[in-house]
Nanobody, 126 residues
Framework: QVHLVESGGGLVQTGGSLRLSCAAS????????VAWFRQTIGKEREFVAS????????YYADSVKGRFTISRDNSKNTLYLQMNALKPEDTAVYYC???????????????????WGQGTPVTVSS
């Protein structure tokens, strides 16, 4: 059983930066697909960024490309999301996810992931 714990969310002004972390335990993090999603009240969960596998280039949603950077430290079983140039529309609860059986075409699909964290809220004030 994999356990994911996010941290690093908070309140930031427009144009500011935050770095989210997701600590994983209980699984084979280094061989898993990992991702960040976000969700606001009344909206569907939205893909943000992912790694299909270690050694693969990351994937990003168009809305965050050039501003957000996903990274992973397999030695620490930790996933990161560096968020720069934040906008009010980035306000959401951010979730990390881990999948063990993904195929490449599903890296942006939430239902393809097996495990989820509890989420960390990010609020960007205008």
């Amino acid at each position: 059983q994999v356990h994911l714990v996010e941290s690093g969310g908070g309140l930031v002004q427009t144009g500011g930066s935050l770095r989210l972390s997701c600590a994983a335990s209980g699984g084979t993090f280094s061989r898993s697909s990992v991702a960040w999603f976000r969700q606001t009240i009344g909206k569907e969960r939205e893909f943000v960024a992912s790694f299909f596998r270690s050694g693969y280039n990351p994937y990003y949603a168009d809305s965050v490309k050039g501003r957000f950077t996903i990274s992973r430290d397999n030695s620490k079983n930790t996933l990161y999301l560096q968020m720069n140039a934040l906008k009010p529309e980035d306000t959401a609860v951010y979730y990390c996810a881990l999948g063990t059986r993904l195929i490449l075409s599903t890296v942006r699909t939430g239902s393809a992931y097996d495990y989820w964290g509890q989420g960390t809220p990010v609020t960007v004030s205008s």
